[in-house]
């Protein structure tokens, strides 16, 4: 059984049709990359995912469990999500971040959560900087608190919302690193990235999503060398040219 | 007091009247007393009732939205002495006697602590509610990502930080509650003008209003600055640490 399934999805804001018909299922330690155009529906899909979008039509299963019967805070719980501009608590330290959850929705004493949330701030390389404030980072630490404060949930699948497109270039690496790390420890990732370097070495699957609708969907090596569709081709071939 | 002034400038002065309010320095400390109290339950009421109302002015919907928002318009556009007289002759503010000491006649306070309160209250929902307005989505979509109800999400991530931005709105707000103490004059409160004007009353008096009148503007002046730099300090000790990279 799948992870995460994905079933011919629709969803539209207002007369805008976002997605139409997408259907993509994950297994455990799977890391799917999806790209597309600006506008293709790609972090409306992933919001979709832990409920922060509802989908007007189709349905998603997280572990054979369709998600709109389950509890959205519990879902949410278990489906960790990076975001583009970090959103990091702004009046709280970088442990801070980490530990919010853990103790109102894990509910751990403070001293677990904070040894716990040490221990993650570790994994990301940031144990010298547990005190530090939002405003004190720099955006690859920033999202990298992301990243922790996410992962400390001990989540089953994590989304990541073009976690690098806000960081100037020399910051990107680090962030991919770690992103890198996680994917190669088997953690499931549904990534919207634009990284290609990443879904090359990284990915399981990359779908490419324009308009709304999936326009194919495969392993890297088939997307990136032999893509059936022209779009695909085009497409790809110009991120990569950016990439270099 | 400075007695020895020039002729014309004495005139103007009229010293001898500063010795008159200066034998009179307990009516109007025990006037400051009251003003400062005054200011002080007014304050609270206003805190108890516009945070409250600001969050639900943020986050409420259907009646009880409709009901505090009308309830903040009809207290923000009614002027203060109509207010303050329409509490203390208009409603049955309890006959609660008087405290000896300060002369204060409870119902009368009472009265100008409601009205300035509820008012206060009105003003501090706005300044609280555009605060909470002014928090980036992300933090509460942050928030509900990692699995925060909405209620959680709002006490611990935006309220916090909406409390920090309201600082600069409450600074103003505590300044003109202080200020506006003094309409309570209108009830015969013994506050700090209305202690005034009744030294400058008392027969053969009338040539020290000027003095009577500087003095409690000198008053009022420190009292709003004292609160200003209380609250400067405060903001400073409690704002989020910045900091270069």
């Known amino acids: 059984m799948s992870l995460l399934e994905i079933e011919d999805v629709d969803k539209s804001y207002g007369d805008e049709e976002?997605?139409?018909?997408?259907?993509?299922?994950?297994?455990?330690r799977d890391v799917d990359v999806i790209v597309g155009p600006s506008g293709s529906g790609k972090s409306t899909l992933l919001r979709c995912v832990n409920r922060l979008t509802e989908v007007d039509d189709g349905a998603i299963y997280l572990d054979g469990e369709e998600i709109h019967g389950m509890d959205e805070n519990d879902l949410r719980r278990r489906v960790g999500m990076v975001f583009q501009d970090f959103n990091l608590f702004a009046h709280r330290s970088a442990l801070g971040n980490v530990t919010l959850g853990l103790t109102e929705v894990l509910e751990l004493s403070e001293t677990e959560a904070k040894s716990r949330a040490e221990e993650f701030l570790g994994r990301v390389g940031l144990a010298d900087q547990a005190d530090s404030y939002p405003s004190q980072l720099s955006g690859g630490q920033k999202q990298r608190v992301g990243i922790a404060r996410a992962l400390a949930m001990d989540p089953d699948l994590l989304l990541f919302?073009?976690?690098?497109?806000?960081?100037?270039?020399?910051?990107?690496?680090?962030?991919?690193?770690?992103?890198?790390?996680?994917?190669?420890?088997?953690?499931?990732?549904?990534?919207v990235t634009h990284e290609m370097g990443f879904a090359r070495s990284?990915?399981?699957?990359?779908?490419?999503?324009?308009?709304?609708?999936?326009?194919?969907?495969?392993?890297?090596?088939?997307?990136?060398?032999?893509?059936?569709?022209?779009?695909?081709?085009?497409?790809l071939g110009q991120l990569t040219d950016l990439n270099r | 007091m400075a007695v020895a002034a020039p002729a014309d400038l004495a005139?103007?002065?009229?010293?001898?009247?500063?010795?008159?309010?200066?034998?009179?320095?307990?009516?109007?400390?025990?006037?400051?007393?009251?003003?400062?109290?005054?200011?002080?339950?007014?304050?609270?009421?206003g805190f108890l009732a516009g945070f409250p109302a600001g969050a639900v002015e943020a986050?409420?919907?259907?009646?009880?939205?409709?009901?505090?928002?009308?309830?903040?318009?009809?207290?923000?556009?009614?002027?203060?002495?109509?207010?303050?007289?329409l509490f203390f002759f208009g409603i049955p503010?309890?006959?609660?006697?008087?405290?000896?000491?300060?002369?204060?006649?409870?119902?009368?306070?009472?009265?100008?602590?409601?009205?300035?309160?509820?008012?206060?209250?009105?003003y501090q929902s706005q300044v609280f509610r555009g605060a909470i307005q002014s928090i980036d989505e992300g933090q509460l979509e942050a928030a509900r990502s990692v699995g925060l109800t909405h209620r959680q999400a709002v006490r611990h991530v935006i309220f916090p930080q909406a409390v920090r931005r309201s600082v600069p709105g409450f600074q103003n707000e505590f300044t003109i509650?202080?200020?506006?103490?003094?309409?309570?004059?209108?009830?015969?409160?013994?506050?700090?003008?209305?202690?005034?004007?009744?030294?400058?009353?008392?027969?053969?008096?009338?040539?020290?209003?000027?003095?009577?009148?500087?003095?409690?503007?000198?008053?009022?002046?420190?009292?709003?600055?004292?609160?200003?730099r209380t609250l400067d300090y405060l903001g400073d000790a409690f704002s989020i640490p910045e900091g270069s990279e």
Request: hydrophobic share 50%; aromatic share 6%.
């Open chain 1, 18 to 28: 976002v997605l139409h018909d997408v259907s993509l299922a994950m297994d455990q």
């Open chain 2, 177 to 228: 509650v202080l200020k506006d103490t003094s309409v309570a004059f209108a009830i015969g409160l013994a506050e700090l003008l209305t202690r005034a004007e009744n030294l400058y009353l008392q027969p053969g008096r009338d040539t020290a209003i000027m003095e009577v009148i500087i003095v409690i503007s000198a008053v009022y002046f420190v009292l709003t600055f004292a609160t200003n």
């Open chain 2, 11 to 45: 005139a103007v002065l009229q010293t001898g009247d500063w010795a008159f309010v200066l034998g009179n320095w307990r009516v109007l400390l025990l006037g400051a007393v009251v003003t400062v109290v005054l200011m002080a339950t007014s304050l609270t009421l």
């Open chain 2, 59 to 85: 986050y409420g919907s259907g009646w009880t939205k409709e009901l505090v928002s009308t309830a903040g318009v009809v207290l923000r556009g009614t002027p203060i002495v109509v207010l303050i007289v």
């Open chain 1, 161 to 191: 919302d073009e976690p690098t497109s806000a960081l100037d270039p020399e910051l990107i690496g680090e962030v991919l690193a770690v992103m890198e790390d996680l994917a190669e420890g088997g953690m499931t990732m549904l990534c």
């Open chain 1, 202 to 235: 990284a990915a399981s699957t990359i779908t490419f999503l324009d308009g709304g609708r999936i326009v194919e969907r495969g392993p890297p090596e088939q997307l990136f060398e032999t893509p059936e569709k022209e779009r695909t081709r085009t497409f």
């Open chain 2, 93 to 122: 503010v309890p006959k609660l006697g008087s405290v000896p000491v300060v002369d204060v006649r409870l119902s009368a306070f009472l009265a100008a602590t409601l009205a300035l309160g509820l008012r206060s209250g009105a």
